[in-house]
């Protein structure tokens, strides 16, 4: 069992629908990451979060410390959007980290 | 554009051969990192440099060998590869080593083993 859990695996939403993509972790962490990664293999950093919440554009991004919760909110998808989403959870620097297998999403126009 | 390159972006090689994979950043980064990505697997950090020194390996067999000559470029020297070691590789910079610094990904190589 992975320390760090993603779902869904595969999401399918409609254009303009709000979407939500969660991950649980089971390892104490002092940092979280979401990233984004397109066809083809490039990844973007999104967010880092260790407490509260971040938003950039449409994107939220809400960690709970107490749950060892996070997730990732889009709104108003837009087929642009479509990719995999990682999160990967951080104790002590980028040595220790373990990352999600990844949720696919596909925003259908 | 990253700012992080990779070159080649695709290769084949046969178990026998020798080959190299090249990262490069110019954004004055300090650390480097090296990550593998199978399919159906979550991503694996394999090498990290800080100011030109590995600070981790993560029992990555000794058919992988990464090299850092200098803080913007890195490689990834490979030998004797298994077919299993067929596989998206990732180099990533930061600006430190902090887990509070955002990477940057290079577009990745991916390799096949024949």
């Known amino acids: 069992k992975n320390e760090v859990e993603q779902s869904p695996q595969n999401l399918t939403a409609q254009e303009g629908e709000f979407i ?25 950093s999104l ?15 809400t960690i709970n410390i107490q749950e060892k919760h996070s997730s990732l909110h889009i709104t108003a998808s837009h087929p642009r959007d479509s990719a995999v989403y990682i999160c990967s959870g951080h104790s002590g620097g980028y ?15 | 554009e990253t700012g992080v390159t990779q070159t080649p972006r695709h290769l084949v090689m046969g178990m026998t051969n ?30 990290v440099y800080s100011l030109e020194e590995r600070v981790e390996n993560n029992s ?35 600006p430190g080593q902090a887990e509070r610094d955002t990477q940057y990904f290079g577009p990745g190589t991916r390799l096949t083993v024949l």
């Open chain 1, 47 to 61: 967010f880092m979060l260790s407490s509260g919440k971040k938003k950039h554009g449409r994107l939220i991004a």
């Open chain 1, 20 to 44: 939500t993509i969660n991950c649980s972790y089971s390892v104490g962490i002092s940092a979280l990451h979401w990233l984004q990664q397109h066809p083809g293999g490039g990844i973007v």
């Open chain 2, 60 to 94: 990555v067999p000794s058919r992988f060998s990464p090299e850092c000559p200098n803080s913007s470029h890195l490689f990834l020297h490979l030998h004797t590869l298994q077919p299993e070691d067929s596989a998206l590789y990732l180099c990533a910079s930061s």
């Open chain 2, 18 to 47: 020798k080959k190299s994979l090249k990262c490069e950043q110019h954004l004055g980064h300090n650390a480097m990192y090296w990550y593998k990505q199978s399919a159906k697997k979550p991503l694996e950090l394999m090498f």
């Open chain 1, 95 to 109: 040595q220790k980290v373990t990352f999600g297998i990844g949720t696919k999403l596909q925003v259908i126009p």
